[in-house]
């Protein structure tokens, strides 16, 4: 009793030291009410949102379901583009043409691919699986779109590139940290290993051909390829968005792989 008196005695004796005590005071009790904002902020990130995307998934797969039975089949005649061109993205819409990469390599015979109607966006049209990796195991919903209300659901598809199981390069994104962070592990995939995307049109099978990090700048890995190829894009390294690592793969069955590569 006598301690407290006598200290509040000396602060009333030196204001200035009171001050100090005050200013102290509120930083202490500023910087734990930050801390637990960044704390609550962080568990909200990487578990709160990861709960609901993984809640969303039960709903995305009936709903890709429903796409590959409502979806549109159709036929188109494809002929393989020359040494160096591309093949025309026949993912979808108007099927009603030849699909040639411009000019068509001489002498080559055409041959027939399916199409499937493209998936509006936002909407789910596909499933990925990956065998080596355990979250994706049992599959991961594929929606059309790669906005960040889209990659909140599930893995993106870019709209611009081919769907999975079309000649060239289908371009599919997901987040490695928050949102169910389906391409988490990604990293441990190496050359061969199998990737599988099923659509309406059956199951794609793609093997793993080379991992890549770049620059988010680098564009360059959603160009057009010769052949079939998937390629899977996420932040690197975990927890930051500095750089992208990118996983190649590449068809090796599927329901348009003999008209691809015959």
């Keep these: 009793m006598g301690d407290t008196a006598a200290t509040e005695a000396e602060v009333l004796a030196n204001p200035r030291r009171g001050g100090l005590t005050r200013v102290i005071r509120i930083v202490g009790w500023t910087s734990i009410v930050a801390g637990l904002l960044i704390l609550g902020f962080v568990v909200q990130q990487l578990f709160v949102t990861s709960w609901f995307a993984e809640q969303h998934q039960e709903a995305l797969s ?17 002929v393989p583009p020359p040494p160096g061109g591309t093949a025309e993205d026949v993912s979808g819409g108007d099927a009603g043409g030849s699909a040639t990469g411009g000019q068509a390599l001489e002498g080559a015979e055409p041959r027939t691919i399916l199409v499937e109607s493209e998936p509006e966006t936002g909407t789910a049209f596909a499933v990925i699986r990956i065998p080596k990796i355990e979250a994706l195991e049992d599959g991961w919903a594929v929606v059309e779109g790669v906005g960040v209300r889209d990659l909140k659901n599930g893995a993106g598809h870019m709209p611009d590139t081919p769907l999975p199981g079309a000649p060239g390069n289908a371009v599919v994104s997901g987040h490695r940290t928050t949102y169910g962070a389906p391409f988490h592990d990604v990293d441990v995939l190496s050359w061969g290993d199998i990737i599988e995307v099923e659509t309406a049109l059956g199951t794609h099978t793609y093997a793993v ?9 680098d ?35 599927g329901p348009n792989y003999e008209s691809i590569y015959a």
């Design 209 to 217: 051909r080379e991992l890549k990090i770049v620059k988010p700048t």
């Design 62 to 78: 009936e709903e890709a379901n429903e796409h590959f039975i409502e979806s549109e089949i159709t036929e188109v005649e494809y």
């Design 219 to 253: 564009v360059w890995v959603t160009e057009p390829r010769d052949g079939a190829w998937l390629t899977l894009t996420t932040c690197h390294p975990k927890f930051s968005s500095r750089q992208r690592l990118i996983v190649f793969a590449e068809l090796v069955d």
